[in-house]
């Protein structure tokens, strides 16, 4: 085993798992992989694929082995836990979501601060971002439980509240579809006031890295991990107008109108229009959590830009 310990990483080819993989490799510990599909690409740890639903699958590869920790960045479900018991591990790190919190508890509304970890989690349709997504923000608070249910007496657990994640291989096409879409539009409508606050994966993996270092000294501990506070984060009409110079296309093809006139017209935010969230609602509340521990852990922020143009690569 090497001297900086283990890790085995589930999910290891996606957006989040690949990148969590590399840094921990090149941090010195021992990787190995987990993934439903084997790897299309080369990588710097040995990949298995295996499907985590079936029985004893984890167990038949994995169960005789034991990890400094086990990163899950792909947990959907309570059923995906039992298989994970055939692993042994001092740390447990899970990828959650911010969207655990209310975002519409009182005192939540424009001009707040931003959402710390100590903020109460969505309990009820009220407190969702929307009627359409209180199922997935229930979901996500009741798997974190099942998480520390599972985990007791087990192993200590860290659980990552993400906001947008971006970078190489994002297999979401979010900044895809702003590049198909210039190139095949003479004109493109997009917001002049909305924010987009993002981490990227690759400083997202250098933050676990920096955090499995550390002896967790809490049964259960979260940390968010979200882009950068404003004014330094950018909005979607920089991100799009970069994205213009980039192809080499006319700045003409970029109309900017305010997020209120887009409402109006009926067009849905992030579903018609990707990374759009109108100030003021819930789900800008989500390009806001605090990541003040992050920080205080080893979380830094790369150029926007630089995640913009890596994110055109092609995924795994």
Do not use: K
């Not at 993934?35 to 710097?44: D, L, N, V």
């Not at 639903?53 to 167990?59: E, H, S």
């Not at 993400?162 to 590049?179: A, E, I, N």
């Amino acid at each position: 085993m090497s001297e900086r310990g283990s890790a085995l990483v589930v999910g290891a080819t996606g957006l989040v798992g690949r990148a969590v993989a590399s840094a921990l490799a090149a941090a010195g510990m021992r990787v190995e992989g987990v993934a439903r599909r084997p790897p299309t690409r080369p990588c710097r740890f040995p990949v298995v694929a295996c499907d985590r639903g079936q029985p004893y699958a984890l167990r038949a590869l994995f169960g005789r082995a034991r990890y400094t920790a086990v990163v899950d960045c792909c947990l959907s479900s309570a059923t995906d836990l039992p298989a994970l018991s055939a692993v042994s591990c001092d740390r447990y790190v899970f990828m959650s979501s911010g969207s655990v919190y209310d975002h519409r508890r009182p005192g939540a509304g424009p001009g707040s601060g931003p959402t710390g970890e100590d903020a109460p989690l969505v309990r009820s349709l009220e407190g969702a971002l929307s009627s359409a997504t209180f199922e997935r923000q229930r979901h996500r608070v009741e798997l974190e439980q099942a998480v520390r249910t599972w985990a007791a007496g087990r192993c200590a657990v860290t659980a990552l509240r993400l906001g947008v994640v971006l970078g190489p291989g994002d297999r979401s096409m979010r900044l895809t579809h702003w590049r198909v879409q210039l190139a095949s539009s003479d004109r493109t409508d997009v917001p002049d006031d909305a924010i987009v606050s993002f981490v990227d994966a690759r400083d997202l993996a250098e933050l676990l890295a920096a955090e499995l270092a550390r002896r967790s000294s809490s049964a259960w501990s979260v940390l968010n991990v979200g882009g950068p506070p404003r004014p330094r984060a950018p909005r979607l009409l920089d991100i799009v107008r970069f994205l213009v110079r980039f192809l080499r296309l006319s700045e003409q093809r970029v109309a900017p109108v305010s997020s209120a006139e887009l409402l109006e017209r009926g067009v849905v935010p992030w579903s018609e229009v990707p990374l759009w969230a109108p100030p003021g609602t819930a789900t800008d509340r989500l390009m806001m959590l605090d990541s003040t521990r992050a920080l205080a852990a080893g979380l830094s922020w790369r150029p926007w830009a630089e995640t913009v143009l890596d994110s055109m690569e092609a995924p795994a």
